[in-house]
């Protein structure tokens, strides 16, 4: 059993310390899975491990060379393969795998994931039926100021009777140029494409704040009818 050792110095006519040992637990590293289903696209998971809680790392492990099985409803649907993505800024995200395969509401799935060395997880969701729809997005902008813009997004949602929930996602996508480490210096040459999400605000609605930019409404002050949403965007001159 690993010990931590706290020391306490006291200061003062008289000067003494004080050791207290503390037991480390044991830890082991386990697969954290993180997945994205819906039925307008394919599987797409991001398998990593977990950090001790005194790990100082700025990121967590992607997970190669893993096993993943997708079942439906208890039969096998297929194995996901490595896939190659990149986040918002262009980096390369380890761990993520693919499955060419769109999920069917009201279906039951369960993931399985397994890889050497740590032990296997699984985790279990039903996929919602599809009730109400978005029927149109639009939007203008309050000035041309290409440093610090602000536009109007709105939203004509269509609903159904009964409770649903909309969750609502904007973002900007424009090239940066790549960045040569080798040659400390960045090459407009070589651009490359970036997503940034864009803060949503309404004064039309009351909504949930969601994963800072995302926001996620209820109907309760529309259920079973056409309701129109407005908000405002901010961006740095960047198009939607």
Known sequence: MKKLAFFFLMIGAVSC?????????????????????????????????????????????????????????????????????????????????????????????????????????????????????ISSVSYRFLSNDPVDSEAILTVDISDPIGEDFYQILAYAEYPIPYYDAEAQMERWDSLINVREEIYLYSESILFEEYLQSQVRIDDDLFDGRNFTIEFEAWFNGYLF
């Open 17 to 133: 310390e004080l050791v207290i040992d503390v037991d480390e637990p044991n830890f082991e590293s386990s697969i954290v899975v993180g997945s994205l289903m819906n039925p307008a696209s394919s599987v797409l998971v991001v398998l990593s491990s977990d950090r001790y809680v005194l790990d100082n790392s700025q990121s967590f492990n992607g997970l190669e060379d893993a096993t993943l099985q997708l079942f439906e409803d208890g039969n096998l649907v297929g194995m996901l393969e490595s896939t190659q993505q990149t986040d918002r800024y262009g980096e390369p995200v380890l761990g993520a795998y693919t499955l060419d395969y769109q999920p069917i509401p009201g279906k039951t799935y369960q993931l399985q994931a397994s890889k050497e060395g740590f032990t296997s997880v699984e985790a279990t969701e039903v996929m919602p039926e599809i009730r109400g729809s």
